[in-house]
C-alpha cells in the first residue's frame, strides 16, 4: 500500500477541559500601556482638579471616577455603559489602574446626569491641554514634529448622530441616510498631520452646519500656539462670510467649497481655459464680492464636461454643452486645479468622523438628557485621540495608520497572565503576536519612562 504523505492543515483535535478557577488573567492586557500613559501624562488628576465635581462626603465616585472608566471602556470596545462596567470586570485592569471598587451602570448614568454646561466646557479645555502635553512630549522624543510646525491644515465637518426614541435635544434636521429620522448634529474639527480630534462640540440636531462656526473656531484657535497658522478645510456649509473675516482678521487662511445656486451665472460669464494633461476640464479664477461681505475674495473653479449617453433635442439642436462646476473660494496661491485636488484631500476627514462614531462610540452611548449625552461624547472624542496620541508617540508608520478597531483587535485584545517575582508584578503575555514590531512599540509607549 502506497503511503500517504499528504500535508494536513489540521490533525485531529484533542479534548480540552474548562475551569474557571484561574487567578491573574486578562483578555484585554493591551489595556495597561493605556492606563499607564494616561497616567504619565496626569490624566486622572487633571480630571479631579481640573473638572470639579463634587457629590458630597459619603459619595464613593465621583465625575473624574466615572469619566476615566469610561474613557478606558471606549477604547476596548464597549459601546453602552454597562459594557463599560464589563470591560472593568478584569481584575487584572482594575489593579493596574488602582480601582478598588466600581459603580454600576445606572451609577454612571446617574453622575453623568449632574454635569453642567461649564463643566463640559472645561473638559473641552482639558482635552486641548492633554493635546499640548503629548505634542511637547513627542516632539522631544523625537517621534513628532508637529508641535515644531508653523502651519497646519484643519478638516471641519459635522455629523449626524440618528437617535431612536425621545431624548433632549434632538430634533428632525439634516439627515441624508434616514430622512425625517431624530439626530443630534456634532460639528468636528481634525488636526490632518495627525488624525486626532482638535476639538468638537454636541449640537441639537435642528442645528445648521455653519450655526456657531465663529465661535467654535474662536475657541480652538485660543489654544492653539499662537505662531501656528491654520488652514481651514471645509464644505459649502461653512461658505459663511463671518468666518472668512475671522480668519482674515488673525492671519490664518482657507479653502471653502462655494454653494454654486447663486452663483451659476456668474460661472458662466467668466473665461475658461483647458487645463493642461487634463483632457474635458477647464479652469478660471476672478474676484467676487457675495452680499454682506464688504470686500471682494478670491474664487478659483473648475468645470467638466458632462458625458450624456443621449443627448436632449435641444441640445441637438442647439450644440450646448453641459457641465459640472466645482468652485471654491481661498486665501492659498494656488491654481483652480490644484486647490480642486487640495479640497478632494477632505475626503479622508469624512473617514475619520464615521471611525469616530462607529469605532469609538461617539454619540451611541446615550442618555434622556442632553448634558449628560454631551459628556458622553467628549468622553469618546477623548478616547479616539488617546488611541491617536500613542500612536504619535510610538513613531511607528503602521500604528498611526491603523483605525480604532485595527488597534483593539491586535493590540487592546490580547490574552495576559500576572504573576509576582522578586516583589514586582509581571504580566505575561504570548510571545508569536501577529504584530509583535506594533505590540513592542504599543508597550513601550505607555510603560517606558
Known amino acids: 500500500m502506497k503511503k ?9 483535535a484533542r479534548n480540552v477541559h474548562i475551569q474557571s478557577t484561574g487567578r491573574g488573567l486578562t483578555s484585554q492586557a493591551g489595556l495597561i500601556p493605556v492606563v499607564k500613559f494616561l497616567k504619565k501624562m496626569g490624566l486622572p488628576d487633571a480630571l479631579d482638579n481640573f473638572v470639579p465635581h463634587r457629590r458630597g462626603n459619603n459619595a464613593v465616585y465621583q465625575l473624574s471616577d466615572v469619566t476615566y472608566l469610561t474613557v478606558l471602556g471606549l477604547i476596548a470596545g464597549a459601546s453602552s455603559l454597562l459594557k463599560v462596567v464589563a470591560v472593568w470586570s478584569d481584575g487584572v485592569l482594575r489593579g493596574a489602574a488602582g480601582c478598588i471598587r466600581i459603580p454600576d451602570d445606572t451609577t454612571l448614568g446617574r453622575i453623568f446626569k449632574e454635569v453642567s454646561p461649564g463643566q463640559i466646557s472645561l473638559m473641552e479645555t482639558l482635552q486641548h491641554r492633554l493635546r499640548s502635553t503629548v505634542w511637547r512630549a513627542a516632539l522631544r522624543a523625537g517621534t513628532s514634529k508637529v508641535a515644531a510646525l508653523r502651519q497646519i491644515w484643519i478638516d471641519v465637518d459635522s455629523a449626524v448622530d440618528t437617535v431612536y426614541g425621545r431624548q433632549e435635544g434632538t430634533a428632525k434636521g439634516y439627515n441624508p441616510h434616514k430622512r425625517g429620522a431624530l439626530s443630534y448634529h456634532p460639528i468636528i474639527a481634525f488636526c490632518c498631520e495627525t488624525k486626532e ?13 455653519s450655526n456657531g462656526i465663529v465661535g467654535f473656531m474662536k475657541q480652538l484657535l485660543a489654544h492653539l500656539p499662537n505662531r501656528v497658522r491654520i488652514v481651514f478645510r471645509g464644505d459649502s456649509g461653512f461658505f459663511v462670510g463671518s468666518l472668512l473675516a475671522l480668519l ?64 436632449s433635442q435641444q441640445q441637438e439642436l442647439f450644440q450646448t454643452k453641459q457641465y459640472d462646476y466645482f468652485c471654491y473660494v481661498l486665501t492659498e496661491s494656488l491654481c483652480p486645479w490644484d486647490a480642486h485636488k487640495k479640497y478632494g484631500e477632505r475626503a479622508t476627514c469624512e473617514t475619520w468622523i464615521e471611525e469616530s462614531k462607529g469605532q469609538m462610540g461617539m454619540g451611541h452611548i446615550r442618555t434622556s438628557e442632553f448634558l449628560a449625552n454631551a459628556a458622553l461624547f467628549q468622553c469618546a472624542v477623548l478616547a479616539y485621540n488617546v488611541l491617536r496620541f500613542m500612536a504619535l508617540m510610538s513613531n511607528n508608520a503602521t500604528l498611526r495608520q491603523w483605525e480604532p478597531t485595527t488597534i483593539r483587535v491586535f ?8 504573576v509576582t517575582g522578586g516583589r514586582q508584578l509581571l504580566l505575561k503575555t504570548p510571545g508569536d503576536l501577529f504584530y509583535q514590531k506594533e505590540w513592542s512599540d504599543w508597550v513601550a509607549v505607555g510603560l517606558e519612562p
Do not use: D
Not at 265 to 293: D, R, S, V
Not at 298 to 307: L, N, S, T
Not at 411 to 418: N, W
Open 248 to 311: 482674515e482678521s488673525k492671519g490664518h487662511g482657507y479653502l471653502i467649497k462655494v454653494k454654486l445656486r447663486n452663483l451659476a451665472e456668474l460661472m458662466g460669464k467668466q473665461t475658461w481655459i483647458p487645463i493642461p494633461n487634463q483632457p474635458g476640464w477647464e479652469q478660471c479664477e476672478f474676484k467676487h464680492e457675495c452680499a454682506g461681505w464688504g470686500e471682494s475674495r478670491r474664487f478659483v473653479a473648475v468645470r467638466v464636461e458632462k458625458k450624456e449617453e443621449k443627448p
Open 4 to 12: 500517504n504523505t499528504r500535508s494536513k492543515a489540521r490533525v485531529r
Open 411 to 418: 493590540l487592546i485584545r490580547v490574552a495576559g497572565k500576572l
Open 197 to 209: 480630534i482638535l476639538q468638537a462640540w454636541f449640537r441639537t440636531g435642528s442645528a445648521y452646519t
